[in-house]
């Protein structure tokens, strides 16, 4: 054990984190072994993990000393940020500025990135068909991690920036599961009309990570994506009828419909599927899928997923508060031009419909830029849900 390298890994106890100690636990001879980073080591899921042979130690996100000793001793560290515990960009800045530095006082050989686009490099704050939130973010919970991205470079840290994409698992925690109207028929909706949603299941982006890992400096440097499918949310819809044995409408309500709905992060949730939306070549070209096969050959598609789950995310307590869970009969009631019949896309949009598209970054992404897309709602990248 002692010939192994260690990877320490923050937010263990969550979905990237945990998905990446239980694949560095599962392969015995794979030359590295799981240092999980949790606040609170006596939880159950830390418990898990230590029964799965992870050495667990404490540390936290807002205390740089804690994380460095962390770190110590360690040959890479996979680092994620938690902008719904808090959601304030700021913090999550400091967060990202503290894991920085500590990597590089603990001289890591390999950092993992986990982190999404910094959308005001194609929508200026200027322009007013995306409002702009907070004064100087477009998506404030992708924009602080893309300005977080040069953080790692400037102190000296060889690190791996990856873009990972939508869970499939929030149909079981997010409340996205299919809701059935006063009709009682069932609907899925999503504000991407017929734009692609890239996703993959939650364990699959930590055993992506993994394979990041096991290709040693391969991907040092590099700026790389990844999804398990990039499915319409019509075709989304057909696959959890197939699933479900009934049919589920799919429902494509306008990002402005996200916008106006009033709960805590409603702004930056519509303005994040506008961008996705809007700027979905460049979005989904950001995430190949052949690309995480190749680190990953146990990738689950949407179907592979729904095989697996079966119908549990139709009867799961869901790890939001009520008020946050779609309501299909409100959105029939005050948005009939999105339902099933009608066109997918709503011209109702009052900031003006889609973006026109500025040239896109400059950024080296380590895929082939084929058709495919990403997406990625709060809950589903690798932080923790809002109740953790």
């Known amino acids: 054990m002692s010939d192994k390298k260690i990877i320490a890994v923050l937010?263990?106890?969550?979905?990237?984190?945990?998905?990446?100690?239980?694949?560095?636990?599962?392969?015995?001879?794979?030359?590295?072994i799981a240092r999980?980073?949790?606040?609170?080591?006596?939880?159950?899921?830390a418990k898990e993990l230590a029964a799965l042979g992870a050495e667990v130690v404490a540390a936290d996100v807002d205390d740089?000393?804690?994380?460095?000793?962390?770190?110590?001793?360690?040959?890479?560290?996979?680092c994620v940020t938690f902008f719904w515990a808090h959601l304030s960009p700021e913090k999550e800045l400091a967060q990202a500025a503290a894991m920085a530095r500590a990597a590089k006082a603990a001289g890591l050989r390999h950092v993992i990135w986990s982190t999404l686009e910094d959308t005001r490099r194609w929508v200026p704050l200027d322009d007013d068909r995306m409002p702009t939130l907070m004064e100087k973010y477009k998506v404030p919970h992708f924009d602080a991690k893309g300005e977080a991205n040069s953080y790692f470079g400037e102190q000296g840290v060889p690190t791996t920036i990856l873009h990972t994409s939508f869970y499939w698992d929030n149909l079981i925690h997010f409340g996205m599961e299919p809701q059935r109207g006063e009709d009682g028929r069932l609907a899925f909706s999503l504000p991407m009309g017929d734009a692609k949603l890239p996703g993959m299941a939650a364990e699959d982006i930590g055993r992506c990570a993994y394979g990041i890992f096991k290709a040693g400096d391969q991907y040092i440097g590099q700026t790389v994506g990844i999804a398990g499918g990039h499915p319409t949310g019509e075709e989304m819809a057909e696959s959890l009828s197939r699933s479900l044995g009934e049919e589920v409408a799919y429902i494509a309500v306008e990002p402005a419909v996200y916008r106006g709905l009033g709960f805590p992060g409603a702004e930056d949730l519509g303005n994040m599927f506008q961008f996705m939306r809007d700027f979905n070549d460049d979005h989904c070209g950001a995430r190949s899928v052949d690309f995480s096969r190749s680190l990953n050959p146990a990738l689950q598609s949407f179907d592979d997923w729904l095989a697996r789950t079966g119908t549990s995310y139709l009867d799961t307590e869901k790890n939001v508060p009520p008020w946050l869970l779609p309501d299909v009969a409100v959105i029939r009631r005050r948005f009939p031009a999105t339902w099933p019949g009608r066109s997918p896309r709503n011209a109702g949009d009052r900031r003006g419909g889609s973006l026109a598209r500025p040239a896109p970054p400059t950024d080296r992404h380590l895929h082939s830029r084929g058709r495919g897309c990403s997406g990625i709602p709060p809950c589903c990248r690798g932080e923790r849900l809002p109740t953790r």
């Open 11 to 32: 937010g263990a106890t969550g979905a990237q984190g945990g998905g990446l100690v239980r694949a560095i636990q599962a392969d015995p001879n794979g030359g590295f």
């Open 36 to 45: 999980a980073v949790t606040r609170d080591v006596g939880s159950d899921k």
């Open 64 to 78: 740089e000393e804690s994380l460095e000793r962390a770190f110590e001793g360690a040959y890479g560290a996979f």
